[in-house]
């Protein structure tokens, strides 16, 4: 991290967008993981029935501890709830497991940003190693040297974190569309699931601004490295 007159112009926004964005998740999830539905099922039970009616009978879908740990697994073609969704009877817990369920509606359809995604995760797991030992290393050998490097780095994430936004968005559309054509919740309930699905797609929106942000920033610094 490099310290100057622009840093809290690229560093602060994306910090407070962080916060807020996790803040409304938390808010959200808290306030409907207390209303049930009307169908009474749960976020497992949900996962399953979508699955089922997509022909996905085979796929598992599994408890894991941890909070809001919830995510689908494209290389084992799994998913994965934690133990307050995968129980849980609420709107929360079953829009949450709906999503997740979502994803693997993207896979059997071949949806291309996802699969975009999925072949940019080994590079991105490289670039966010390299963030870690840039910071690192730049306390010793001065974080100047290291600029290229960061920008390559935070390219990539950036690029990962755009196509991440699609395959989000897409998949709480598909979640809620399934929820309301098998009845596992009204009309009257659908609003509700979308604040709850909103609120989590928003963490990602932050996420992408952020490292924009850092990646804007660094190019900056190399840019007036270059005019001097």
């Given at each position: 991290m490099i310290i100057d007159q622009y840093w809290w112009v690229f560093y602060i926004p994306?910090?407070?967008?962080g916060l807020y964005a996790q803040m409304k998740l938390n808010s959200t999830y808290n306030r409907y993981i207390k209303e049930g539905l009307s169908s009474g099922v749960s976020g497992a039970?949900?996962?399953?029935e979508i699955l089922d009616r997509a022909g996905l009978t085979n796929m598992?879908?599994?408890e894991v501890p941890g909070h809001l740990s919830d995510h689908y697994d494209p290389l084992k073609k799994a998913l994965f709830l934690s133990s307050e969704n995968f129980h849980g009877r609420s709107i929360a817990a079953v829009g949450v497991a709906a999503h997740e369920a979502g994803h693997a509606l993207q896979h059997k359809a071949a949806y291309a940003p996802l699969?975009?995604?999925m072949a940019m995760v080994p590079v991105t797991n490289i670039a966010s190693q390299a963030v870690f030992w840039i910071?690192?290393?730049?306390?010793?050998?001065g974080m100047m040297k290291l600029v290229g490097i960061a920008i390559?780095?935070?390219?990539?994430i950036t690029a990962f974190q755009l196509v991440t936004l699609p395959v989000e968005f897409d998949a709480s559309r598909r979640a809620k569309e399934q929820l309301l054509r098998l009845g596992l919740v009204q009309n009257h309930e659908g609003k509700a699931v979308g604040k709850v699905l909103?609120?989590?797609?928003?963490t990602y929106v932050?996420?992408?601004?952020?490292?924009?942000?850092?990646?804007?920033?660094?190019?900056?610094?190399?840019?007036?490295?270059?005019?001097?």
């Open positions: 994306g910090l407070l967008i039970e949900a996962a399953r598992p879908v599994n699969n975009i995604r910071t690192l290393l730049g306390m010793f050998m390559v780095a935070f390219t990539v909103n609120a989590a797609a928003l932050a996420a992408m601004v952020a490292s924009l942000l850092q990646l804007l920033h660094f190019i900056m610094i190399a840019r007036n490295s270059d005019r001097d």
